[in-house]
């Protein structure tokens, strides 16, 4: 899955499950990917491919 299909449906499902409201789902799929990008780095070393594909997830994210 490219970061722009992830982050479309990271805002999707925010939106469709909690929010209703594209502003507040967005927001809240960029705390999702923060979060994750903070656990991945405990071990960036093992994980940079991972964490630069959900750096340009938190990118699409912004873009939309």
């Given at each position: ?15 469709h ?48």
């Amino acid at each position: 899955m490219t970061p722009r299909e992830k982050a479309l449906e990271l805002i999707d499902k925010m939106y469709h499950y909690q929010w209703r409201e594209k502003q507040r789902a967005k927001e809240c799929a960029l705390i999702s990917v923060d979060e994750i990008i903070e656990a991945l780095h405990e071990h960036h070393w093992q994980n940079r491919l991972i964490i630069d594909y959900w750096k340009e997830v938190k990118q699409e994210i912004e873009k939309l």
